[in-house]
């Protein structure tokens, strides 16, 4: 089945730094969503993006829908310590099952006070 | 709004057992779905529902069994319980087919 690359895996940094994760795919996507998951709880949706080109933000967090539909990326600024947790982007494949998405691996985020 | 609601948080079951898992929102969703998550495998899709009575399987539909009676509820049964069913499982809904989908807290499974 289709599969989204996302990276990195895991990051180690340092509060107040900036973070920046992408996923990518070999088909185009229509929709991308970004997810993130605190220990023992459901994923949250932090930048629901629907256009291609599309830059959207949310705080300290800013997302892109690339221009070739293939990929999205996810910046988080002026890193804190609660913005550990594993991030996930999503997928809407064109042309796929109705409303399916497929999800990446996850990065898991650390931050060092 | 409660949003989307699962019940049991955490279910210990002996192989062969059967159980239901519940899921519930309050948004008045067309779209509802379940996932499974495991250690690095990310988020796969089990079943998925677009509206009442109607049902569909996901990517991994083996062993799990769901139906969809009213727009609120869409529970999943497992009907003889496995170890390799041990996994955290996620409700999710969104509002139609083409928008962004909110989940549940999850249920933790152990299949002994």
């Known amino acids: 089945g289709q599969q989204l690359n996302q990276s990195p895996q895991s990051m180690f940094i340092q509060e107040g730094e900036d973070v920046s994760m992408n996923c990518t795919s070999s088909s185009i996507f229509n929709t991308w969503l970004w997810y993130k998951q605190d220990p023992g709880e459901g994923p949250v949706l932090l930048i629901a993006?629907?256009?291609?080109?599309e830059l959207t933000s949310n705080g300290r967090l800013t997302a892109q829908f690339g221009i070739t539909r293939k990929d999205s990326f996810l910046n988080i600024s002026a890193s804190i310590p609660s913005d550990v947790g594993i991030y996930f982007c999503?997928?809407?494949?064109?042309?796929?099952?109705?409303?399916?998405?497929?999800f990446g691996k996850g990065t898991k985020l650390s931050v060092k006070p | 709004n409660a949003g989307v609601t699962q019940t049991p948080k955490f279910q210990v079951l002996k192989t062969g057992q059967s159980m239901t898992l519940q899921c519930a929102q309050d948004m008045n969703h067309e779209y509802m779905s379940w996932y499974r998550q495991d250690p690095g495998m990310g988020l796969r899709l089990i079943h998925y529902?677009?509206?009442?009575?109607?049902?569909d399987q996901g990517e991994v539909p083996n062993g799990y069994n769901v139906s969809r009676s009213t727009t609120e509820d869409f529970p999943l049964r497992l009907l003889s319980a496995a170890p390799s069913q041990t996994s955290v499982y996620f409700c999710?809904?969104?509002?139609?087919?083409?928008?962004?989908?909110?989940f549940g807290p999850g249920t933790r499974l152990t299949v002994t």
């Open positions: 999710a809904s969104s509002y139609s087919l083409d928008y962004e989908q909110y």
């Open positions: 999503a997928g809407r494949p064109a042309g796929g099952s109705q409303g399916n998405l497929i």
């Open positions: 529902s677009v509206g009442a009575g109607i049902t």
């Open positions: 993006l629907y256009k291609a080109g």
